[in-house]
């Protein structure tokens, strides 16, 4: 008997099933497809997370961590198993499984964070884990369909492997640039469910004419589990008006005040707005910034304004309002949040406001030397901190604009050991010759009776003396009871801390998030 030699006849071994129907183009298809469809499960489950976890490395760390290890499954037992099993059985419940779950994912997490926040982790886990391993399957799978003799291994195996890489690059992209800015997160979902399950009911259709095996009968109970997603999701918690880039966003009336609206973003209330009387600031931490900048300058003074981040563009507003001529210039990242402003909260006519979409911190680079009196920074979330302008290297570009008498401004939201606010107030010490920081007594050491729970604090920063007395008569008229540290209170409170810089910035570790059992 004579060895194999690798001719095109020789088969792979005896009973390898034939690719009967599954020709390269359909094996291409349903590789690419699959391959595609894991990115774009994992970068929407970011976007679901994000509200309830943050926007944060670790979130992003855990969720790419989880896709992996899914992949990792998926390819290992997709190929043992049809070793085993006739891999034409497996093709449509590998589909057909992980469309129902993807369908079923928004309206399961969004629901899990409301009623059962203690086990959110472990669910969302399931919702990347399942989907992503069935999907993996489908390269091995349709690699040993294809496989039909040891002289076509090379290259039907590196053929598809590319394909399905290939995929993986076109549902990243496609669900980044184009998706998520076009279509809600739990659409997305939705419509990868039902596209999944159509593919397991052709699958099903197709393997009624292959030879010998039985069909996939699934289809049906799997298509009433995606409609019951799409039911559910118009039903679950975190519901929002517009799905923006970044967020999930809702303008809320106040049912005690007509022009009041309050911008929701990702269930948190971000801004209050009063649509007739932008003077009207409801919220503790902008009267604060307030106060600062009314003791800091010359009352009705005009000022050049730069502000890193605009959410409700309430204090912009109130600057136009008190002081006539003010320019302001917004950076704001999410222009789906500029639309809302525009849309509902009255931004056209507002004068001296100048918004532009873009990074905070690259705004600030495009921004002339000396060239604001004021810049503030409102970027900073309850859940979730870009980390590129807290350091050093951002407070020089914010130090850089600023004039000889300027000053810096900036709210921010720390609980527990309050560990990134401490880093922050260091960071700015780095760079600033007078830095202050307002809060509750308990939250900057003044009170050492009260226990510190954290919440908004604001910071300020100049390299001229602010007038602090003035500054705390400003904050008692408005009856925020909230107090200034600074010198040896601000140091001893300090502590320890190290600046941030753009090569060491751990804030995602740093932060600790709001939970009903941290504080306020």
Same mark, same amino acid.
Do not use: C, H, N
């Given at each position: 008997m004579s060895p194999v030699t690798g001719s095109s006849s020789s088969p792979v071994a005896e009973g390898t099933p034939h690719n009967d129907g599954l020709g390269p183009r359909t094996a291409a298809v349903l590789v690419f497809g699959s391959s595609a469809a894991?990115?774009?499960? *994992?970068?929407?489950?970011?976007?679901?997370?994000?509200?309830?976890?943050?926007? !944060?490395?670790?979130?992003?760390?855990?969720?790419?961590? #989880?896709?992996?290890?899914?992949?990792?499954?998926?390819?290992?037992?997709?190929? /043992?198993?049809?070793?085993?099993?006739?891999?034409? %059985?497996?093709?449509?419940?590998?589909?057909?499984?992980?469309?129902?779950?993807?369908?079923?994912? $928004?309206?399961?997490?969004?629901?899990?964070? *409301?009623?059962? $926040?203690?086990?959110?982790?472990?669910?969302?886990?399931?919702?990347?884990?399942? $989907?992503?391993?069935?999907?993996?399957?489908?390269?091995?799978?349709?690699?040993?369909?294809?496989?039909?003799?040891?002289?076509?291994?090379? !290259?039907?195996?590196? %053929?598809?492997?590319?394909?399905?890489?290939?995929?993986?690059?076109?549902? !990243?992209?496609?669900?980044?640039?184009?998706?998520?800015?076009?279509? $809600?997160?739990?659409? #997305?979902?939705?419509?990868?469910?039902?596209?999944?399950?159509?593919?397991?009911?052709?699958?099903?259709?197709?393997? /009624?004419?292959?030879?010998?095996?039985?069909?996939? %009968?699934? !289809?049906?109970?799997?298509?009433?589990?995606?409609?019951?997603?799409g039911l559910a999701t118009t039903v679950a918690p975190g519901s929002c008006d517009t799905e923006t880039r970044y967020h999930c966003a809702r303008v809320v009336a106040d049912p005690d005040r007509d022009s009041g609206r309050t911008l929701v973003l990702d269930g948190l209330r971000h801004s209050y707005v009063d649509l007739d009387d932008p003077t009207f600031l409801e919220f503790e931490y902008v009267r604060a910034i307030a106060s600062v900048v009314d003791a800091a300058f010359p009352e009705g003074e005009p000022l050049a304004a730069h502000h890193v981040g605009g959410g409700g563009l309430t204090f912009p507003r109130y600057l136009a309002a008190t002081r006539p001529g003010t320019r302001s210039l917004v950076s704001e990242i999410d222009g789906?949040?500029?639309? #809302?402003?525009?849309?509902?909260?009255?931004?056209?006519?507002?004068?001296? #406001?100048d918004v532009r979409v873009e990074d905070g911190r690259l705004g600030l680079r495009r921004l002339d030397a000396g060239s604001r009196d004021l810049v503030v920074g409102d970027a900073f979330g309850g859940v979730s901190v870009p980390w590129h302008l807290t350091t050093v290297e951002a407070m020089t570009d914010v130090r850089r604009v600023l004039d000889e008498d300027g000053l810096y401004v900036a709210n921010l939201i720390d609980h527990g050991g309050l560990a990134f606010a401490r880093a922050e107030a260091a960071t700015l010490r780095e760079m600033f010759e007078h830095v202050a920081l307002v809060g509750e007594p308990a939250d900057i050491g003044l009170d050492p009776t009260a226990t510190a729970l954290g919440g908004n604090l604001v910071v300020i920063a100049s390299d001229r003396p602010v007038d602090l007395g003035a500054t705390?008569?400003?904050?008692?008229?408005?009856?925020?009871?909230?107090?200034?540290?600074?010198?040896?209170?601000?140091?001893?409170?300090?502590?320890?801390?190290?600046?941030?810089?753009?090569?060491?910035?751990?804030v995602d570790q740093l932060l600790q998030p709001y939970s009903p059992g941290n504080g306020r």
């Open positions: 894991v990115l774009v499960v *994992e970068i929407v489950a970011l976007r679901l997370l994000a509200p309830y976890l943050g926007l !944060t490395l670790e979130t992003s760390t855990m969720v790419i961590g #989880i896709a992996l290890t899914a992949i990792a499954v998926g390819s290992w037992m997709g190929g /043992r198993i049809a070793d085993q099993v006739d891999p034409r %059985r497996l093709l449509g419940p590998s589909l057909g499984v992980s469309g129902a779950v993807v369908a079923l994912t $928004p309206a399961v997490l969004r629901g899990t964070a *409301e009623w059962a $926040p203690a086990v959110l982790l472990l669910i969302a886990s399931m919702t990347i884990l399942v $989907p992503g391993t069935l999907l993996s399957a489908v390269t091995p799978i349709v690699t040993k369909l294809r496989l039909t003799s040891l002289a076509e291994t090379g !290259t039907v195996v590196g %053929r598809l492997s590319g394909v399905g890489t290939v995929g993986a690059i076109v549902g !990243t992209v496609l669900t980044g640039f184009v998706l998520v800015s076009r279509l $809600p997160v739990s659409g #997305i979902l939705i419509g990868l469910g039902t596209l999944l399950v159509a593919g397991s009911a052709l699958i099903e259709w197709r393997t /009624r004419g292959w030879r010998r095996t039985p069909g996939w %009968r699934g !289809t049906p109970a799997l298509t009433l589990v995606v409609v019951a997603g789906g949040v500029v639309r #809302i402003d525009r849309d509902q909260l009255g931004l056209g006519s507002a004068a001296g #406001i705390q008569k400003a904050l008692d008229a408005r009856q925020t009871g909230w107090k200034i540290a600074t010198g040896d209170d601000l140091t001893s409170w300090i502590g320890d801390a190290r600046p941030l810089t753009d090569d060491y910035a751990p």
